[in-house]
């Protein structure tokens, strides 16, 4: 059988399948609202995305019941369901995989968000003021610090560090 793919399960699963690790985060796409949820659920349910233990906190999907951080990452039948090839639906009979006809095309240079730019800065080893983060941004102070507390901390649950060093001034950190 053929599985169809939507274009939101398409921006998704292309991306992770071009990454050397087949990893699903950062995710380029743009969806709205829990719509990125929702997908990543659909696909790990069709047996197109698996768990795996997260290596890194800008990655973590979830944390299993012992607190461990799990990440998504792209399956082989991700990658032919991509393709266009056969695969067998998990309850199905297995179907013969065939081999693509026309690999698909992957998406030219995306285009970082300021989110993830600001995630960049963070997660570096020396951090970031918040003058290093309103260039990468092109954002006010404000707006800075409100997607610090917002976006990052609160939405993202990642925990952002302050610290004061004589020669740079404030330097926040993720993690």
């Known amino acids: 059988m053929i599985m169809q793919l939507t274009e939101a399960q398409r921006s998704i699963l292309e991306p992770a399948c071009t990454r050397e690790d087949l990893c699903v985060f950062p995710i380029l796409a743009k969806l709205k609202g829990g ?17 795996v233990p997260a290596s890194d906190t800008m990655t973590v999907w979830r944390h299993d019941q012992e607190g461990g951080a799990l ?4 399956t082989e039948a991700g990658k032919l369901a991509l393709n266009g090839a056969a695969i067998s639906c998990p309850g199905q009979a297995p179907a013969p995989v065939c081999p693509p ?6 998406q030219a240079l995306v285009k970082e968000s300021r989110q993830d730019a600001l995630l960049r800065l963070l997660g570096r080893s020396e951090g970031a003021t918040i003058n290093d983060m309103v260039e ?5 102070p404000h707006s ?11 939405k993202l649950g990642l925990k952002v560090t302050s610290e004061k060093v004589p020669d740079r001034g404030r330097i926040y950190r993720v993690g």
């Open 35 to 51: 719509a990125v949820g929702n997908v990543c659920k659909s696909l790990l349910k069709r047996g197109l995305l698996q768990e």
């Open 101 to 106: 006809a026309a690999p698909v095309a992957t």
């Open 136 to 140: 990468a941004t092109g954002w006010q």
């Open 144 to 154: 800075v610090r409100g997607a610090l507390s917002g976006v990052i901390g609160k």
């Open 71 to 74: 990440t998504l990452q792209a």
